[in-house]
């Protein structure tokens, strides 16, 4: 299994991104995908889930109402849209996905899959 993110970039405050993860290999397999952020000095941290089958969502509180997470199966593809963005934003963005059913969705440990990250700035 192989995960791509894409769609980084430079973007002023108030503005939008939209990123995408594509995967490889056995995504028929995926219980629930996930976008997380680490910051600059900061731990990485969870900010949004879908199910890959039912397309059920959660979005962890700073991003709610901002962000959206979103799937298309017949592209394997991944996608979080950003609007509204803020400069503690700022981030590289991961997604990652994971193979089992486990309730909490926002546990770094019980994801299988990582892709390798996108940058994501908000400048003032």
């Known amino acids: 299994v192989q995960l791509v993110e894409s769609g980084g970039g430079l973007v002023q405050a108030g503005g939008s991104l939209r990123l995408s993860c594509a995967a490889s290999g056995r995504a028929f397999s995926f219980y629930t995908m996930g976008w997380f952020r680490q910051a600059p000095g900061k731990e990485r941290e969870w900010v949004a889930s879908?199910?890959?089958?039912?397309?059920?969502?959660d979005y962890s509180d700073s991003v709610k109402g901002r962000f959206t997470i979103s799937r298309d199966n017949a592209k394997n593809t991944m996608y979080l849209q950003m609007n509204a963005l803020k400069l503690e934003d700022t981030a590289v963005y991961y997604c990652a996905a994971r193979t089992s059913y486990v309730a909490a969705v926002n546990a770094i440990k019980d994801y299988d899959y990582w892709g390798q990250g996108t940058q994501v700035t908000v400048s003032s």
């Open positions: 879908i199910t890959w089958s039912g397309g059920s969502t």
